[in-house]
């Protein structure tokens, strides 16, 4: 591999860790001849650059925070749905197991989750509700302080008739929203991790029938739904959807892809033409 400056690579790998830079690399090596699933020898290609394996990262960089800021207001707009919803049915449903769709299991766990995070809260909200009703919090409330990952959980535990009335509220049905709440669970996580979204795999999310905008996306992109670029459709859909958040930013940060050749943006799945795309195109 070509390094221009030792010093300054030297600083670099100290600062980001040799590992956590292998994963950026990787697609610089060579790939192993005769081989049915693409695999790469420990020898670097010949046009392999330091410097592009650090723009690679800084992209990376980029799109992690990108994904955090945009997810927070969909996150936003889940909870408030959740609450709104479920709380016409009952407002403590998610305290009764039999309201819910869950095996007895799945319900403990989310519920121990519940418990820990009710018990670790220092929010004024809560400790209201433990001051003067014993800490039960209704639904409307207790989703304020669930993460994305509990709020994902309680909507597949949601009577199917709630479930339904949300997922419409997204244009989508209710296995497809399940679906993409899982999904924008896993990049939300790398996004809060600090995870590599370049040249990673993902959850593939359901198709949809209805969210066209999605569909064209995917049907474009058949040998890579697992990849970042479908998952950050996602969260276009869902900025359009919600009318919150900035539908600019993310289209921002893909324009911003470092122009290498043996690299080019078609590794984080998206199309030659992603930006024509009605979800791309602000």
């Not at 699933?37 to 410097?51: G, I, L, N, Q």
């Not at 600019?248 to 080019?264: A, F, H, K, Q, T």
Request: net charge neutral; aromatic share 12%; hydrophobic share 40%.
């Amino acid at each position: 591999m070509k390094i221009r400056d030792e010093s300054r690579a030297a600083d670099l790998l100290k600062n980001i860790n040799y590992y956590r830079l292998s994963g950026y690399w990787y697609p610089f090596r060579k790939l192993l001849p005769g081989e049915d699933v693409a695999r790469r020898s420990d020898t670097f290609r010949s046009d392999a650059d330091f410097d592009d394996v650090i723009r690679i990262y800084n992209f990376d960089q980029s799109l992690r925070t990108c994904v955090f800021a945009c997810m927070a207001p969909i996150e936003t707009a889940l909870r408030a749905s959740l609450g709104h919803q479920l709380g016409k049915t009952d407002p403590l449903i998610h305290l009764k197991e039999d309201l819910l769709e869950a095996s007895s299991k799945e319900y403990e766990l989310w519920r121990e989750k519940y418990n820990r995070t009710l018990q670790d809260s220092r929010d004024d909200f809560v400790k209201h509700h433990k001051l003067y009703y014993s800490g039960k919090l209704p639904i409307w409330v207790a989703t304020e302080m669930l993460d994305w990952g509990s709020l994902s959980y309680l909507y597949g535990f949601s009577p199917i008739n709630d479930q339904n009335a949300i997922a419409d509220e997204f244009g989508l049905t209710a296995v497809e929203m399940k679906s993409w709440l899982k999904s924008l669970n896993l990049l939300r996580n790398r996004a809060a991790h600090h995870g590599r979204m370049f040249n990673n795999v993902f959850s593939a999310p359901r198709k949809p029938r209805t969210a066209k905008q999605v569909g064209q996306v995917m049907e474009a992109n058949v040998d890579s739904v697992d990849r970042c670029f479908v998952e950050l459709t996602l969260v276009q859909y869902f900025l359009l959807k919600t009318g919150m958040g900035n539908l600019r930013l993310l289209p921002s940060v893909l324009r911003g892809y470092p122009n290498i050749e043996c690299l080019p943006i078609s590794v984080t799945g998206a199309p030659f033409d992603w930006q024509d795309f009605e979800l791309w195109s602000y």
